[in-house]
């Protein structure tokens, strides 16, 4: 199996939330207390890529699975 990284586009943002919700709702090892809804990735998304900053996503066999995103200090309930 090989995996292909790429920039994010809008998109991809049903299969992040599809890898990233149940993170935020069923763990404890994520700053995020809220599920973003899809339309807020994809303004994510689209904001990260119109300043050049990395939102990436892993791909095999033309599906996500997996994303990273870096991003300055955020100040989320999370950081409280």
């Known amino acids: 199996m090989s995996v292909d990284l790429r920039a994010a586009r809008p998109e991809d943002a049903e299969a992040i939330l599809a890898i990233w919700a149940p993170i935020i709702r069923?763990?404890?090892?994520?700053?995020?207390?809220?599920?973003?809804?899809r339309s807020d990735v994809e303004a994510a998304i689209t904001a990260a890529n119109a300043a050049q900053d990395p939102y990436i996503v892993a791909v095999s066999e033309a599906v996500v699975c997996g994303f990273a995103r870096l991003t300055t200090f955020r100040s989320g309930s999370g950081y409280a």
């Open 26 to 37: 069923d763990t404890t090892i994520t700053f995020t207390h809220d599920i973003p809804s």
